[in-house]
């Protein structure tokens, strides 16, 4: 099969109020240029002036949850709906900091993945493996069960990327091996195409975990690694952009 055009998505965290709305612009302003698609994954409060900022541009914004119903007594919390209103064409979910200080568990990003769905975007769903995982020789089977019961059935490669960030490898400065980025991606990719056939194969599987315009090129060239999303290096256009090249 064709490899898809890469997806490069970065997620800014807590981080930026609207001063560093510049920084998007600038990474708007190269975009036209790049062969890899865009997608920035500001705080909620910077969702509508980004997504006014990119309009006739290639980026896309995102947003880093959402809630999985359409509305109600949620104190606090965002509506997928809401998102797609507010301009956003994206939504990371299941990210392992949630998962961490949300308890967040794999139903519960399976019904936020499907309610991503019903609002039009496209969920960025998240797994990896802890670093006492995968010291006990269980990295596959954990990140393939957490992948089986995080996606929703209706999950297609048009409305769903998959992130495989290992805990240990998030704002760390360590990466795994190519080999083992490799086993993941591949495992992932047959556990897909078993359950939804064609589209399955065509989701884009992205590597998350201490991402660097250093080592982007080397992760790019692993097979299945179809982008990154990238924290840390998502902040300055100049960081973000050097990524992108690469892809
Ligand atoms: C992330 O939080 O999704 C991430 C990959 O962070 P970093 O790039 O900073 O490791």
Redesign the pocket.
């Known amino acids: 099969h064709t490899a898809p055009r890469k997806l490069i998505a970065g997620?800014w965290?807590m981080n930026g109020v609207g001063a560093a709305l510049a920084e998007i612009e600038a990474m708007a302003a190269a975009a036209e240029r790049l062969s890899c698609d865009l997608v920035l994954c500001p705080a909620f409060t910077l969702i509508e002036r980004a997504a006014g900022l990119v309009r006739d541009t290639p980026v896309r914004i995102g947003a880093q949850d959402c809630h999985a119903q359409p509305a109600g007594a949620f104190t606090g919390d965002i509506s997928a709906d809401m998102l797609a209103d507010a301009g956003a064409s994206h939504v990371i979910i299941g990210?392992s900091?949630r998962r961490m200080a949300y308890a967040e568990a794999n139903e519960q990003v399976a019904a936020k993945a499907l309610a991503a769905y019903r609002a039009g975007l496209t969920a960025i769903i998240c797994v990896g493996e802890t670093e006492a995982q995968r010291d006990a020789g269980r990295a596959l089977d954990i990140v393939v069960a957490q992948l089986s019961a995080s996606l929703p059935d209706g999950a297609t490669a048009a409305n769903t990327a998959i992130a495989y960030?290992p805990v240990w490898?998030?704002?760390?400065g360590r990466v795994p091996a190519e080999a083992q980025i490799a086993d993941m991606h591949a495992a992932m990719r047959q556990h897909l195409s078993a359950r939804f056939g064609m589209e399955g194969g065509q989701m884009r599987l992205l590597y998350?975990?201490?991402?660097k315009a250093a080592n982007a090129a080397d992760i790019f060239a692993v097979p299945h690694v179809d982008g990154a999303?990238?924290?840390?290096?998502s902040l300055k256009a100049a960081d973000f952009l050097g990524i992108a090249a690469a892809a």
């Open positions: 997620n965290k990210h900091e960030e490898a998030i704002g760390t998350g975990g201490s991402v999303l990238v924290g840390g290096a």
